[in-house]
């Protein structure tokens, strides 16, 4: 009886290559949107689009209707959430930078999407109130300083119901929590991963492409 080997692909640029060829496409507008951000003067910290087809993704199983996002930017990864809700769907974003939200009201009008968007500018702790007051949610994006991530997630945690999705963007970065290497980051990131994965409240699961996006599902 010959046995069974199972396979598995090794993890390389062809391999992302290949899959954001086929699953990630951009359009005109998400792909100006994500050049134009060295050229607006705006780090170039947006996510990928591989993870923003994966994040529409999940917004259209999950069926969610209100989405939490925490960290705009130019509104790259905004715009890929968007997308994905129903007509009478609705994301609430916040960004901290009022340059940052310029440009990105900017981006959503010109995608003829800012009567789905709500842009709150300021700290997303200064604005728990206010965004409390949009709750509950039923998917939670998160892109903003790594070292909050647990503050974040706390917040995420009790505005979202049962069967309410989370997701944290830079699980890797650029792989350092794989590695013996440590950091204030990096080390924030591994302990933030530890702690969710060992939360009896949530599945969860690291998405590798990109920069990781750690996913969770409250129970």
């Known amino acids: 009886m010959s046995k069974i080997m199972s396979q ?5 640029p062809e391999i992302h290559h290949y899959i954001k060829g086929l699953f990630a496409k951009e359009d005109t507008l ?43 930017l130019a509104g790259y990864s905004t715009l890929w959430l968007a997308r994905a809700l129903p007509e009478n769907g609705r994301i609430v974003t916040i960004e901290k930078s009022p340059v940052h939200a310029r440009i990105a009201r900017q981006n959503f009008q010109a995608a003829g999407l800012e009567e789905r968007i709500l842009l709150l500018v300021g700290e997303a702790r200064q604005l728990l109130a206010k965004v409390t ?23 995420a945690m009790d505005l979202i119901p049962t069967g309410g999705v989370v997701a944290f963007h830079n699980a890797l970065w650029g792989g350092s929590v794989a590695r013996d290497v440590h950091g204030p980051t990096i080390d ?14 949530v599945i969860s699961y690291i998405y590798p492409a990109g920069d990781g996006t750690l996913i969770a599902v409250k129970l």
């Open 8 to 12: 598995t692909t090794p993890d390389t």
């Open 30 to 72: 998400l792909r100006q949107v994500r050049e134009g951000l060295a050229k607006q003067g705006l780090p170039e910290i947006a996510i990928d689009p591989e993870e923003g087809a994966f994040l529409h993704l999940l917004v259209r199983l999950s069926k969610a209707r209100r989405i939490l996002e925490i960290g705009t």
């Open 133 to 155: 007051s949009y709750a509950p949610f039923d998917f939670v994006f998160v892109d903003a300083d790594k070292e909050g991530y647990p503050d974040y997630y706390a917040l």
């Open 188 to 201: 924030a990131i591994r302990d933030f991963n530890q702690m969710v994965a060992d939360d009896p409240r």
